[in-house]
């Protein structure tokens, strides 16, 4: 069974750092690229990054409004996603989920986490 | 960057009804579409991929298809689990993007 379980969310100053992890089971870890999105309070889904899959070198993309502050990074031994947030910003506000990216041209995130809260807030 | 807009944003319907969610792109997007549900306080659910593929499970009153940069989003005979948000995003081009998301409610 794919699950996937992120940790790490919690209440930051702005400014601030956090690494939210992303542990991943149930699937070839190294076969799958993988996102995250995020999700502000009452409002819609922002793609913030991706790692694509080991054959891609795990070589990452990121969102305008992230690039320079968030960083994504595997852990393959165990399995783990991580991102990396630097300098925090109150709109950084949201849920973050990680999502498995599924086999294929036009993959789409099949499986998602239940999400973890980062709150940015003095 | 690729915009999506989606229409209606909300929308009221009755169990048993037919349902349409159109998604439109800024730009061509190659079929590189895909479908979310969302339910409260939960995570999205991928319901389509590449503008038609149901995914293992959906039921099959879901179905996708596209005109040009025209996507829709059809529920043949709502149910009534299928209260939710959706959401299209398009994977073609980064950055990634979503739509703002079309919320169906209980008349």
């Known amino acids: 069974e794919v699950q996937l379980v992120e940790s790490g969310g919690g209440l930051v100053q702005p400014g601030g750092s956090l690494r939210l992890s992303c542990a991943a089971s149930?699937?070839?870890?190294?076969?799958?690229?993988m996102d995250w999105v995020r999700q502000a309070p009452g409002k819609g889904l922002e793609w913030v990054g991706r790692?694509?899959?080991?054959?891609?070198?795990?070589?990452?993309e990121y969102a305008a409004s992230v690039k320079g502050r968030f960083t994504i990074s595997r852990d393959e031994p165990n399995n783990l996603v991580y991102l990396q947030m630097n300098s925090l910003k109150i709109e950084d506000t949201a849920v973050y989920y990680c999502?498995?990216?599924?086999?294929?041209?036009?993959?789409?995130?099949?499986?998602w986490g239940q999400g973890t809260l980062v709150t940015v807030s003095s | 960057d690729i915009q999506l807009t989606q229409s209606p944003s909300f929308l009221s319907a009755s169990v048993g009804d037919r349902v349409t969610i159109t998604c439109r792109a800024s730009?061509?997007?190659?079929?590189?579409l895909a479908w979310y549900q969302q339910k409260p306080g939960k995570a999205p659910k991928l319901l389509i991929n590449?503008?038609?593929t149901l995914q293992s499970g959906v039921p099959a009153r879901f179905s996708g298809s596209e005109s040009g940069t025209e996507f829709t989003l059809t529920i043949s005979s709502l149910q009534p689990e299928d209260f939710a948000t959706y959401y299209c995003?398009?994977?073609?081009?980064?950055?990634?993007?979503f739509g703002p998301g079309t919320k169906v409610d209980i008349k």
């Open positions: 730009q061509d997007i190659s079929s590189y």
């Open positions: 149930g699937f070839t870890f190294s076969d799958h690229y």
């Open positions: 790692s694509r899959h080991k054959a891609n070198s795990y070589t990452t």
């Open positions: 995003q398009q994977l073609k081009i980064y950055p990634l993007t």
């Open positions: 590449a503008v038609s």
């Open positions: 999502a498995r990216l599924g086999i294929g041209v036009k993959r789409a995130s099949d499986y």
